[in-house]
T-cell receptor, first 116, second 114 residues
Framework: AQSVTQLGSHVSVSEGALVLLRCNYSSSVPPYLFWYVQYPNQGLQLLLKYTTGATLVKGINGFEAEFKKSETSFHLTKPSAHMSDAAEYFCAVSDVWGGSNYKLTFGKGTLLTVNP | ETGVTQTPRHLVMGMTNKKSLKCEQHLGHNAMYWYKQSAKKPLELMFVYSLEERVENNSVPSRFSPECPNSSHLFLHLHTLQPEDSALYLC?????????????FGPGTRLTVT
């Protein structure tokens, strides 16, 4: 089974600073990787995903992530944080479940705080 | 309505009550999911309905019972819950059969068991 580790349950940055949220995964097969964001009192919204092809993936709201197979990592970055980026971020990997069905295995999440 | 909707958004119930959570997806998907999100724990997949086939997580207590009458609707029936069942219950949908397909989530139902 796949697993996901998000380093740092809480990351705090200043407005305008670089955002770096770390995600490492374990997978016995080429992984499909996802980043989701959850704003307070809302569900999860897809930020970006990696399936195949280019290892640098661009998503919504200026976020991007780079798949590094040798490091089994899929870190999320944004060059300049906005106050509106304050939320919880989840990294996930796709996994087979129940034979032919697929599920997402999530990390524990990283709460991003943006200070003015 | 667009995307994935869930009702009610908040629910308080006693341990002897019976209630149901409802989820509806307007995306034409054919797989639907229930997740439990508790504080400081990873999201836990509870149930999957894929191409009208139910796939169960064996660790889910029998006091949770899903129902999927068609590909657009999903219910979670609750009875004799415990306080530790208090959590945010998220519904999601996707296209079945491809691991690269992302899941789309509803806003969740915040459940409190008293």
């Amino acid at each position: 089974a796949q697993s996901v580790t998000q380093l740092g349950s809480h990351v705090s940055v200043s407005e305008g600073a670089l955002v770096l949220l770390r995600c490492n995964y374990s997978s016995s097969v080429p992984p499909y990787l996802f980043w989701y964001v959850q704003y307070p009192n809302q569900g999860l919204q897809l930020l970006l995903k990696y399936t195949t092809g280019a290892t640098l993936v661009k998503g919504i709201n200026g976020f991007e992530a780079e798949f590094k197979k040798s490091e089994t990592s899929f870190h999320l970055t944004k060059p300049s944080a906005h106050m509106s980026d304050a939320a919880e971020y989840f990294c996930a990997v796709s996994d087979v479940w129940g034979g032919s069905n697929y599920k997402l295995t999530f990390g524990k999440g990283t709460l991003l705080t943006v200070n003015p | 309505e667009t995307g994935v909707t869930q009702t009610p958004r908040h629910l308080v119930m006693g341990m002897t009550n019976k209630k149901s959570l409802k989820c509806e997806q307007h995306l034409g998907h054919n797989a639907m999911y229930w997740y439990k999100q508790s504080a400081k724990k990873p999201l836990e997949l509870m149930f999957v309905y894929s191409l009208e086939e139910r796939v169960e997580n064996n660790s889910v207590p029998s006091r949770f019972s899903p129902e999927c009458p068609n590909s657009s609707h999903l219910f979670l029936h609750l009875h004799t819950l415990q306080p530790e069942d208090s959590a945010l219950y998220l519904c999601a949908s996707s296209q079945a059969g491809q691991s690269s397909y992302e899941q789309y989530f509803g806003p969740g139902t915040r459940l409190t068991v008293t």
